[in-house]
Each structure stands twice: as C-alpha cells, then as structure tokens.
C-alpha cells in the first residue's frame, strides 16, 4: 500500500529554519510528483512546493520563493522542504502528497499523509 509519511514540524522562533522530510513506502518516490501542502484553521489547503519525478521540475508559491528549497533523495526514498526565515505567516500543518501526474494542487494529489505541526514563535 502506497504510503507517505512525514516528519520534521516542531517549534521554531521566527526567523529560523525548519527541514520537513517525507518518506515514502510502497511506491518508488522517484517517479511521481511530490507536494508539501498547509492548512491553517478555517483555511483551505494550499500547495507550498512540489517537485516532479519525472524531470525535477518546481513549483514553489509566491510567499515562500527564495526562502525554501524542495529536493528529492531518490536513494532514501525521500523529499525534504528546508525552508527559512520562517514569518509568523507560516504556522500550519504541512502535508506530504503525491500523485502520478505533474500537478500541483490539492485535489490532483493521490494520497496524503497525516500531517506535521509548525509552529513560529515570535
């Protein structure tokens, strides 16, 4: 059973960094799309950054650009999101996703793990 697994959330102070990581199981990550998604209460989800597997291309939304880094570690099964000067803003559950196509939205995703927790102290 295709699964994905994701770690990394935690408490940061604002202006630190954070390195999130989904792991895959049940699937070769390396030929699908992989996305980090958030949701903060009361908001929809919002797709953050995704890297296609089948040529490493990129998304990454307008908020996060030049602060956060998507890469895939086709050996480990893995993709991380380092992300920077993290704002006040960025609090939410981050979500690993996957799907087979190059998509980058919420409902092209195929399966979703759980979620992981961060939080931005002031």
């Known amino acids: 059973q295709e699964q994905v697994v994701e770690s990394g959330g935690g408490l940061v102070e604002a202006g630190g960094s954070l390195r999130l990581s989904c792991a895959a199981s049940?699937?070769?990550?390396?030929?699908?799309?992989i996305g980090w998604f958030r949701q903060a209460p009361g908001r929809e989800r919002e797709a953050v950054s995704c890297i296609s597997g089948r040529d490493g291309d990129t998304y990454y939304r307008d908020s996060v650009k030049g602060r956060s880094t998507i890469s895939r570690d086709n050996a480990r099964n893995t993709v991380s999101l380092q992300m920077n000067s993290l704002r006040p803003e960025d609090p939410d559950v981050y979500y690993c996703?996957?799907?087979?196509?190059?998509?980058?939205?919420?409902?092209?995703?195929?399966?979703w793990g759980n979620g992981t927790l961060v939080t931005v102290s002031s």
């Open positions: 996703a996957a799907a087979i196509r190059w998509v980058c939205f919420d409902y092209g995703m195929d399966f």
């Open positions: 049940g699937f070769t990550l390396g030929t699908y799309t």
